[in-house]
């Protein structure tokens, strides 16, 4: 008896390892069919298991368009088999939303399930825009910059259209208000794409930023982009209420021009940059006064130097450029000397200071200049090494500057 037991005990535990085996095998194949993405493996998916819940949603995405009853029997067929995806709940919202039937408990149902998903973030956003709730749309847009940044591509320009719409910007308010890890970059991107300058002042004026100055990168494009319409005055303000205390200290007709606050190269501050064939540094020297000064050098070869430079906005008037200079062993054919120029490009020759050659210990100089009172929005004061012919910019040795300002006369 025990040993019939024993047989037939044996023989139950072979059959239940067959049987599950051949699960294995059929659940296996159906999964195989399934992730083909085909209608003809979808097909052979639901030959295997009746139930495959990818093969059973993407049958019902087809069918969607031109029998939706039987679309939904199959999408409600695969949220049984699978009551955690979301893309099936929403695809049975937007079925549903068709026939205006009530929708909205299946997007919600869909939302809390797939909170990271890009495919459900991205479907659950046109949902909320077909149901008018961009509110929603946009809560989910923020949680794919979030996650995926690469879907900037397809969402900034999304994004800027209500930037562009007066209606469509109180929408943005939430963000303006808590601005998400991507928002310098969408700034960005409006202040270069943006075809009216009022939507990038709406965004750069209303942004929260608990009381500190606009980043650097932020206040950067949006400066280049008053300054490329050619708003003079707004560019000069902006650019002053981005100044802190301490950079406050550098202000007047000519910005920094002792040279002891670090150069942002924004706004009204000096632009500084250092060709091949000479060296442009603003360190400590001998004989300042604030214990920094400017230095440039050059090694021989041929450069035509005009890599110090800085914007300024003087009203119409007469002005006088003085300043503090020390050559030092420079050799040029006709020197070094600062300009002050009209115009965004700085063509329009205003004055020529006097020319720097040779060695010297400290000495002041002076310029006087007018600034005209038409056509003469914005200026342009440049250090230029001064020639006509090819040989006339071939330089040797240095010259530092300190001391810099310009003052109004009478």
């Known amino acids: 008896m025990a040993v019939t037991n024993k ?22 194949l159906a999964e195989y069919y399934a992730g083909r993405d085909t209608p003809e ?17 993407r049958q019902g995405l087809a069918l969607a368009g031109r029998d939706p009853t039987a679309a939904g029997r199959l999408l409600q067929a695969a949220a049984w088999a699978n009551p955690t995806d979301a893309l099936v709940y929403l695809a049975l919202a937007e079925l549903r939303a068709g026939a205006g039937q009530p929708a909205v408990a299946l997007a919600e149902t869909a939302d809390a399930l797939g909170p990271m998903r890009t495919p459900v973030l991205a479907r659950s956003a046109a949902f909320w825009l077909a149901q008018s709730r961009p509110d929603r749309a946009l ?6 910059l979030r996650n995926r ?7 900034y320009p999304l994004l800027l259209r209500w930037v562009e719409s007066a209606e469509a910007r109180p929408l943005l308010r939430p963000l303006l208000a808590d601005p998400p890890p991507w928002w310098n970059g969408f700034f960005a991107y409006v202040a270069a794409r943006a075809a009216h300058l009022e939507a990038v002042v709406f965004l750069y004026r209303n942004r929260e930023r608990g009381g500190k100055l606009p980043s650097v990168a932020e206040q950067q494009v949006y400066l280049e982009r008053l300054w490329r319409e050619g708003h003079w005055l707004e560019t000069y303000l902006a650019w002053l209420s981005g100044l802190d ?26 632009r500084i940059s250092t060709p091949s064939g000479a060296l442009v540094e603003i360190t400590e020297t001998y004989g300042t006064r604030g214990g920094k000064a400017l230095h440039v050098a050059f090694n021989g070869q041929r450069v035509r130097f005009q890599h110090v430079r800085q914007p300024l906005y003087l009203e ?47 000495q002041s100089f002076t310029q006087d200049f007018t600034v005209p009172g038409a056509d003469c929005p914005v200026q342009w004061l440049r250090l230029e090494l001064e020639g006509r012919a090819e040989l006339d910019f071939e330089a040797q040795g240095g010259v530092w500057f300190d001391d810099l300002a310009i003052s109004r006369q009478g």
Do not use: K
């Open 41 to 57: 493996a979808d097909a052979g998916a639901l030959r295997w298991r009746g139930g495959q819940p990818v093969a059973l949603y």
């Open 7 to 28: 047989v037939i005990g044996a023989a139950v535990l072979t059959l239940l390892g067959a049987v599950l085996a051949w699960r294995v095998l059929v659940t296996g």
């Open 149 to 155: 940044p690469e879907t900037a591509d397809q969402l």
């Open 316 to 362: 119409p008037g007469r002005y006088r450029l003085q300043g503090r200079v020390r050559p030092d062993g420079l050799q040029a054919e006709r020197g070094l000397r600062w300009t002050v120029r009209c115009g965004e490009s700085g063509d329009r020759l205003l004055a020529e200071g006097p020319s720097f050659i040779g060695s010297d210990d400290w």
């Open 139 to 144: 809560a989910r847009w923020d949680m794919l």
């Open 245 to 270: 205390e301490r950079q406050q200290q550098g202000l007047g007709n000519l910005y920094n021009g002792g040279f002891e606050l670090p150069v942002t190269g924004l706004g009204f501050d000096w």
